[in-house]
């Protein structure tokens, strides 16, 4: 996949939450994955190992930053992290706030559902989201 | 759970690669997944925001060494990268290779297969595996 095709090389669509010259974090918005966001390299790179030290600490500081407001605003059960990239190979982090009773507990949000939904959970405040994010990476 | 309760407090049965007085990393040696690794905290924490930030960025630069290493000697497609601990709320990171033909991707591997399995791959040389780990991080 080349920057041409890779659809994460493009941020149309994107409900972009912080941007700054490495990355950018959006909340990807699925209901069913309330507090869902993503931390996205801006350049096309595959694997943390591309890059220099100093991107991935930066990347890995963003993602804790969004863990943190995120544990914060929505206290959940725990926060799920993960790199995987095998559809689009180019470097973004999922951060997913995961609640014991949500459809898919103690499994991973890619597994089969294990329930239906019992409570439905609202997005954090976007501005409060927005705000924190600014704050400590800004 | 407790540290009392906790299985990743113990390190019974764990294949320790590399060890030292804050994390250890393991080889999972499930033949499904060859060169699946952990980077597991020696301590009982649940989250990454649960750490000091230099304890973050130490088990970060574990989880690069180890999925350089495993790039480097297994040349898979992917490496695909998860902090999840829904199960048992200790920090541990997965690292896992993944190759295009395996019997679940793109997806994950915590969701359904896709396919049986077509190539069988051997786990990396465990000496030369732990030899880069110990280059890298002793």
């Not at 973004?92 to 089969?112: C, K, L, Q, V, Y």
Request: proline share 8%; with cysteine; charged share 20%.
């Amino acid at each position: 996949m080349t920057q041409n095709t890779c659809p994460l090389c493009q941020t149309d669509n994107e409900d972009i939450l912080f941007r700054n010259d490495l990355y950018r974090i959006i909340a990807v918005n699925d209901p069913a994955w309330p507090g869902f966001c993503r931390v996205i390299l801006n350049r096309h790179a595959a694997e943390m190992t591309d890059l220099p030290i100093e991107d991935r600490s930066a990347l890995m500081k963003a993602v804790c930053v969004v863990e943190s407001a995120l544990r914060d605003l929505m206290q959940p059960t725990k926060i799920n992290l993960a790199s995987l990239g095998n559809v689009v190979p180019h470097v973004h982090w999922h951060i997913i706030p995961r609640w014991a009773d949500d459809t898919h507990f103690p499994d991973p949000i890619w597994a089969a559902a294990k329930r239906p939904v019992s409570t439905v959970r609202s997005a954090p405040d976007r501005a409060a989201l927005v705000r924190i994010l600014s704050d400590c990476l800004a």
